[in-house]
């Protein structure tokens, strides 16, 4: 083979190469999603409040808002269940609620407001916790990704009238990002198959 020849050679898998670079960042940019924003914007335990005296007023309205931050992305949610705990731990469970899913179009964000009756139990403290639990698809180019557990809590602090303390939302938050592990092993095999298109080229 001539040096013209073997310069060809080396200059189409270089471009090939740097195409199937080019290829594999744009389909990992297209893909890649991000975990809706779960907060509680509004929180009110009515037996707590004082001045309407509405001790044996067993329920909490709260107000749950979900971010979808995707600027082309859609969400499918599954089930959304509530976990209320009085405390700062799970060691005593005061209620549960039940949101119906439903799907949330992209860059938008949705509220889902109600009251929760809870246990009659004693409940004169200031501190409460609010867990969530559900499963999510994305809607990425008209196809639906596999379902993806989300699993969030966060800490309550109410005031002497039975109202949330803090004026801003409180983010629910979790450990353990599920899609994060998701999106990497989506990397991975995109990095795997670009290569292997590469080596194949070459033989």
Known sequence: MSRGAD????NFCCTFLFTSGLTALFLWL??????PTCSI???DVHALNKTANATSNHTIYFDLKLDNKNKD???YYDALN???????N???????????GFYQGHHKNTHRENNVT????????????VDLETKVRFKIMGFKTK??????WAQVEVNDNGQKKKKKGIKLKSGAPEFQRYRARGLLFLVVFSSTLVLLSIL
Do not use: E, M, P, W
Request: proline share 0%; hydrophobic share 35%.
């Open 7 to 10: 310069r060809s050679c080396c």
């Open 30 to 35: 297209s893909l890649r999603a991000s975990n």
């Open 41 to 43: 914007q509004q929180f």
């Open 73 to 75: 992305k859609g969400i």
């Open 82 to 88: 509530l976990t209320f705990y009085y405390g700062t």
């Open 90 to 100: 799970k060691s005593q469970r005061i209620g549960n609620f039940t949101i119906k």
């Open 118 to 129: 809870f246990d009659a139990v004693s409940v004169s403290g200031s501190v409460f916790r």
């Open 147 to 152: 379902r993806h557990r989300i699993a969030v």
